[in-house]
Nanobody, 126 residues
């Protein structure tokens, strides 16, 4: 069983920055990587970014490319999401995902993940 705990959410004005953290604990049989997803009010959960276990490969949804950066520090079992130039449309609950069944481009698909954090709220005002 893998546990994921997110932190770092909050309220900022447009153009501001936040850094989300996801601490990973417990056993995992997956060595593929982790992802960040978000869910805005009244909308489905969507992919934001993902990173392979060794950090060599990252994936981003088009709307955050150039603004968000996913990274990891395996020494402290933590995955980060650095968010810059935030926009009101980035407002959502952000979820960390782990223990995926498949790797590579499948890291961009939520149904392949077996473990989820509780989510952290990000609110961007105009």
């Amino acid at each position: 069983q893998v546990q994921l705990v997110e932190s770092g959410g909050g309220s900022v004005e447009a153009g501001g920055s936040l850094r989300l953290s996801c601490v990973i604990s417990g056993r995992t049989f997956s060595t593929y990587g982790n992802g960040w997803f978000r869910q805005a009010p009244g909308k489905e959960r969507t992919f934001v970014a993902a990173i392979t276990l060794n950090g060599a490969t990252t994936y981003y949804t088009d709307s955050v490319k150039g603004r968000f950066t996913i990274s990891r520090d395996n020494a402290v079992n933590t995955v980060y999401l650095e968010m810059n130039s935030l926009k009101p449309e980035d407002t959502a609950v952000y979820y960390c995902a782990g223990d995926p069944r498949l790797g590579g481009s499948y890291l961009q698909t939520d149904r392949f993940y077996r473990s989820w954090g509780q989510g952290t709220q990000v609110t961007v005002s105009s």
